[in-house]
Nanobody, 121 residues
Framework: VQLQASGGGLVLAGGSLRLSCAAS????????MGWFRQAPGKEREFVGK????????AYADDVKGRFTISRDNAKNTVYLQMNSLKPEDTAVYYC???????????????WGQGTQVTVSS
């Protein structure tokens, strides 16, 4: 199983980025997908998640209204659209796959390698 995250980069505060996570060797439509992030010196934290059929999403409070998760099961890809970015959004962003509908990262079975997002003020 491989989850390949991409789309990170350097952006000014207030700007936008869209992250992608492409899955292979995985029955993608059978898995809920989550996004997590880890800032320097901090623990990895939940950002958001989307259900198998895109019927449900959930977000951490500090990204709600700014970030949107979507998926395309035909392309085995999940997206994280990030708008109104803030310097505190700077982190390595990870995608992860899980059959359970959970925000508990310890329950996620498969993880991508992470992509760096840096927001400058």
């Amino acid at each position: 199983v491989q989850l390949q995250a991409s789309g990170g980069g350097l952006v000014l505060a207030g700007g936008s980025l869209r992250l992608s996570c492409a899955a292979s060797e995985l029955t993608f439509s059978s898995y809920h997908m989550g996004w997590f992030r880890q800032a320097p010196g901090k623990e990895r934290e939940f950002v958001g998640k989307i259900s198998r059929s895109s019927g449900s999403t959930a977000y951490a409070d500090d990204v709600k209204g700014r970030f949107t998760i979507s998926r395309d099961n035909a392309k085995n890809t999940v997206y994280l659209q990030m708008n109104s970015l803030k310097p505190e959004d700077t982190a390595v962003y990870y995608c992860a796959a899980q059959r359970l509908w959970t925000t508990d990262m310890s329950q996620y079975a498969y993880w991508g390698q992470g992509t760096q997002v840096t927001v400058s003020s």
